[in-house]
């Protein structure tokens, strides 16, 4: 299987292997959601419950510009203030009405201010909600995670977390696709999930970029156990696991982009290449895996001999993938002129961190 899916990732891209040098901003870490798996999530007053300042987003936004990023990943807890009253307040305190008021605001800051470009996960949206995202950000993304409903069900992973029942989101990814939205979703592995369920999201998508063709990128991720979620005593998927969703992923999507987490494979994650993958994800030469705080991104040249180590060259690439740039490009407004600053004559990043 492994042979077969590497096979088809050359004939799909051959020889490159491409990572966005990007800066991770998490714009807020409340969030209504209680998955039992997530380490970034707070409640309002829970200690490292924190809303970044349009200060702060430049901040870090223009630190990583000067170190060579080219991406501003946005992410977010999903509509907090609709169950936190403190959360109504901080955004009036910044002058807006909702966390996705907020958001957009944001990333209009960090286009106009800086040549980073945007890429917000904010959870679910509407279709007038990804309109006007998407006049600030090139790509967009939102993990389906699973299409198994058993992980809703009391002790489930997704137990009290209403946004991740799999129609809501599934409905957010086919309205990004009548938009013509770039638009990265994936999977996540170890959850609760069984093979088959894994196969079945994988369809999903599947069938969703078919009648679009908008999924620019599909992430295959694994579970990670950590001491203070409700599944630290969860295991987790095992190498061959990872590898064979990853091979499964790609055999079933040849022409979609596959990417997979370094950090989370370490420290022998350049084996993910034997499985099909073409990207590395987002890897940031600044700020840390707020997700995943425990696993380290690769520094880029220890990721950069690694790569070149399994015979294929690596490449910087922009949040929005060469193949899907048309769309945007060929829009008007500051969007627009950022991402013809941006690209090379292929369609990837011009400069790399």
Same mark, same amino acid.
């Given at each position: 299987?492994?042979?077969?899916?590497?096979?088809?990732?050359?004939?799909?891209?051959?020889?490159?292997?491409?990572?966005?040098?990007?800066?991770?901003?998490?714009?807020?870490?409340?969030?209504?959601?209680?998955?039992?798996?997530?380490?970034?999530?707070?409640?309002?007053?829970?200690?490292?419950?924190?809303?970044?300042?349009?200060?702060?987003?430049?901040?870090?936004?223009?630190?990583?510009?000067?170190?060579?990023?080219?991406?501003?990943?946005?992410?977010?807890?999903?509509?907090?203030?609709?169950?936190?009253?403190?959360?109504?307040?901080?955004?009036?305190?910044?002058?807006?009405?909702?966390?996705?008021?907020?958001?957009?605001?944001?990333?209009?800051?960090?286009?106009?201010?800086?040549?980073?470009?945007?890429?917000?996960?904010?959870?679910?949206?509407?279709?007038?909600?990804?309109?006007?995202?998407?006049?600030?950000?090139?790509?967009?993304?939102?993990?389906?995670?699973?299409?198994?409903?058993?992980?809703?069900?009391?002790?489930?992973?997704h137990d009290n977390a209403p946004d991740k029942l799999?129609?809501?989101?599934?409905?957010?990814?086919?309205?990004?696709?009548?938009?013509?939205?770039?638009?990265?979703?994936?999977?996540?592995?170890?959850?609760?999930?069984?093979?088959?369920?894994?196969?079945?999201?994988?369809?999903?998508?599947?069938?969703?970029?078919?009648?679009?063709?908008?999924?620019?990128?599909?992430?295959?991720?694994?579970?990670?156990?950590?001491?203070?979620?409700?599944?630290?005593?969860?295991?987790?998927?095992? !190498?061959? %696991? /990872?590898?064979?969703?990853?091979?499964?992923? =790609? @055999?079933?999507?040849?022409?979609?982009? *596959?990417?997979? #987490?370094?950090?989370?494979?370490?420290?022998?994650?350049?084996?993910?290449?034997?499985?099909?993958?073409?990207?590395?994800?987002?890897?940031?030469?600044?700020?840390?895996?707020?997700?995943?705080?425990?696993?380290?991104?690769?520094?880029?040249?220890?990721?950069?001999? !690694?790569? %070149? /180590?399994?015979?294929?060259?690596?490449?910087? =690439? @922009?949040?929005?993938?060469?193949?899907? *740039?048309?769309? #945007?490009?060929?829009?008007?407004?500051?969007?627009?002129?950022?991402?013809?600053?941006?690209?090379?004559?292929?369609?990837?990043?011009?400069?790399?961190?």
């Amino acid at each position: 299987m492994l042979t077969a899916a590497r096979n088809a990732k050359e004939r799909f891209k051959p020889r490159v292997i491409t990572y966005s040098p990007k800066v991770f901003l998490p714009l807020t870490n409340i969030c209504r959601d209680y998955c039992g798996y997530c380490t970034f999530r707070r409640d309002p007053g829970e200690m490292g419950a924190h809303t970044m300042t349009p200060e702060e987003v430049l901040q870090v936004a223009r630190a990583g510009e000067k170190m060579g990023c080219t991406e501003a990943l946005f992410s977010l807890g999903d509509k907090p203030e609709l169950l936190f009253p403190q959360m109504r307040e901080t955004l009036r305190h910044l002058g807006y009405n909702s966390t996705l008021q907020y958001l957009e605001k944001m990333c209009e800051l960090v286009l106009r201010e800086t040549t980073l470009l945007p890429h917000p996960n904010p959870g679910l949206l509407s279709s007038e909600w990804l309109k006007r995202l998407a006049a600030y950000s090139p790509s967009m993304g939102l993990m389906l995670e699973s299409t198994s409903e058993s992980l809703m069900c009391s002790g489930g992973a997704h137990d009290n977390a209403p946004d991740k029942l799999p129609s809501k989101r599934l409905r957010t990814i086919e309205n990004a696709g009548k938009l013509s939205i770039p638009f990265t979703t994936g999977l996540l592995i170890g959850i609760g999930e069984t093979a088959e369920d894994r196969v079945d999201t994988l369809i999903a998508i599947r069938n969703l970029h078919r009648r679009y063709g908008h999924i620019q990128e599909v992430i295959v991720q694994n579970f990670r156990v950590k001491p203070a979620i409700p599944m630290s005593s969860w295991p987790e998927p095992s !190498r061959g %696991e /990872m590898l064979r969703a990853v091979a499964v992923a =790609r @055999l079933l999507m040849p022409d979609v982009n *596959i990417q997979a #987490p370094p950090n989370l494979s370490a420290p022998n994650y350049e084996e993910l290449l034997d499985a099909g993958i073409n990207d590395w994800g987002g890897v940031s030469p600044l700020t840390p895996d707020f997700i995943n705080p425990e696993a380290p991104w690769p520094h880029l040249e220890q990721l950069k001999l !690694r790569t %070149e /180590m399994k015979g294929y060259t690596l490449k910087p =690439r @922009l949040p929005v993938y060469p193949e899907f *740039i048309g769309g #945007p490009i060929n829009g008007t407004g500051l969007l627009a002129q950022r991402l013809a600053d941006a690209i090379d004559a292929d369609g990837y990043a011009r400069r790399a961190a």
